[in-house]
């Protein structure tokens, strides 16, 4: 009988175009589908004042003051400097580039790395422009200049886009005489860099490969 009612209330849910709308946005979320986008509106649409309201009011602040930062990719307040790329407390010689902030975030929390991340937000074949600006590859280029950068580290993911954009990078940066290196061991085939575990990224950031040496 209840799976009845909750059958009905999804029906009913779909014949109203706000709600139909919803479930088709909810659903492009990573790991969600329209069911699991139909349980999620209903948990709101049952608890308006304590769920729906405060979440509808900070997603709008969100919009509103949070931009990427052109310089390294990061998230900022648009009413303030990027502490991921203006942050002078401690100096690196080694740059970490990664598709997204969940793979800075993965990362981060293994504590295996210590340096600079650049963030793409993307790959050269999934970007919705498709243009090779957008992975903000001239202030990766700036930045190696400003911070006497001697490492380069390609985290992409072990996807043909990942290896795709990495090898880009990798050509862009011939000119320059520094050390480029990609994830080796332990990163499996198709493997993303936010689904690893700390052990696999350990290994894969401890025995990652110099690159220069299969330039031409």
């Known amino acids: 009988m209840a799976f009845q009612d909750l059958s009905g209330h999804y029906n009913l849910m ?23 986008a139909k349980r999620i509106i209903l948990k709101l649409i049952n608890n308006r004042q304590e769920l729906m309201k405060p979440l509808s009011q900070t997603l709008n602040e969100v919009y509103k003051n949070i931009v990427r930062c052109k310089n390294c990719g990061s998230l900022k307040l648009n009413t303030s400097n990027c502490e991921n790329c203006e942050n002078n407390l401690k100096k690196y010689n080694k740059i970490c580039v990664v598709e997204n902030i969940a793979d800075q975030w993965t990362i ?6 210590q340096g ?26 700036e930045r190696i200049k400003k911070n006497n950068i001697e490492e380069v ?3 992409t993911s072990a996807t043909v886009e990942g290896q795709t954009t990495a090898f880009y990078i990798q ?20 493997g993303e860099i936010e689904s690893l575990d700390d052990g696999t990224l350990i290994s894969a950031f401890k025995n990652r490969k110099g690159l220069n040496s299969e330039s031409d």
């Open 14 to 36: 779909q014949n109203i175009s706000e709600i139909n709308n919803l479930i088709k946005l909810i659903s492009k979320l990573p790991g969600l589908g329209p069911k699991s």
């Open 108 to 113: 981060e929390s293994s504590s295996i790395f």
């Open 116 to 141: 600079y991340f650049h963030i793409l937000g993307g790959t050269l074949t999934n970007l919705n422009s498709e243009r090779k600006e957008d992975l903000l590859l001239d202030s990766l280029i």
């Open 153 to 155: 580290i390609l985290a």
């Open 171 to 190: 050509d862009s940066l011939k000119k320059f005489n520094i050390k480029v290196s990609k994830l080796a061991q332990g990163l499996p085939v198709g």
